[in-house]
């Protein structure tokens, strides 16, 4: 009788040992989107429209060698900005790509500059151009910002593209990706563990003309 008690009391510990351990919580993405807002664009003046087959379009500017369009995105959980357990609340990093490229040749103007000051004799507004920035190697040059990181209370991202007008006619796809940490912890700890990357992605065509 007596060892049986004592079994009894061994079976409890060992029943109260494991209900009282605690949860491993592990976050696959669950409920992650990522996707461009309409338009490409969160200001309604600086808008893409689109054309009769769904692209957007932009007009090129000839006057001058490459058109700076931002464009906008939203990365969010379930409608909001991601929480999660590897970074908590902090902005998310984005990258992004594009299909098309242009090489900036050894000996090719990049900029002018103009310096502009206040005479200080004459107490005038004065100009002085300085000498012109000239590149000095061969440069593969994309046509989008690589990289960008989400406002961490609305989710939104930006970057900015920047086609030159000799694409007209081209056909433009950019490309955002959000990597995803899986991670798992035990609930109350404050260390986890990675268990891969889940990517997630959007792209969108622009018509350039």
């Known amino acids: 009788m007596i060892k049986l008690k004592h079994k009894l009391y061994f079976l409890i510990i060992i029943l109260y040992f ?17 996707e461009f807002v309409e338009g490409l664009n969160d200001n309604p003046s600086f808008q893409m429209p689109k054309n009769t087959d769904g692209y957007y379009v932009l007009v090129l500017d000839k006057t001058k060698n490459q058109t700076i369009q931002r464009i906008t995105g939203k ?22 790509s594009s299909n098309l490229f242009w090489w900036l040749m050894e000996g090719d103007l990049v900029a002018n500059i103009t310096y502009t000051y206040i005479n200080y004799f004459t107490g005038l507004l004065t100009y002085v151009n300085l000498p012109p920035i000239i590149n000095w190697k061969d440069e593969l040059v994309p046509t989008i910002n690589s990289s960008g990181y989400t406002n961490s209370e609305t989710g939104v991202f930006n970057t900015v593209i920047a086609p030159i007008r ?20 035990e609930e109350g700890s404050m260390f986890f563990d990675s268990d891969g990357v889940k990517i997630f992605k959007d792209s969108t065509y622009i018509i350039l003309k």
């Open 18 to 34: 494991s209900c009282n351990k605690n949860e491993i919580i592990t976050d696959y993405g669950d409920g992650i989107t990522i």
């Open 75 to 96: 990365l969010l959980r379930n409608g909001k900005p991601i929480e999660d357990i590897s970074s908590g609340t902090q902005s998310k990093k984005v990258e992004f």
């Open 166 to 185: 000799e694409m007209v006619g081209d056909t433009m796809k950019i490309k955002v990706e959000y990597s995803h940490l899986i991670t798992s912890k």
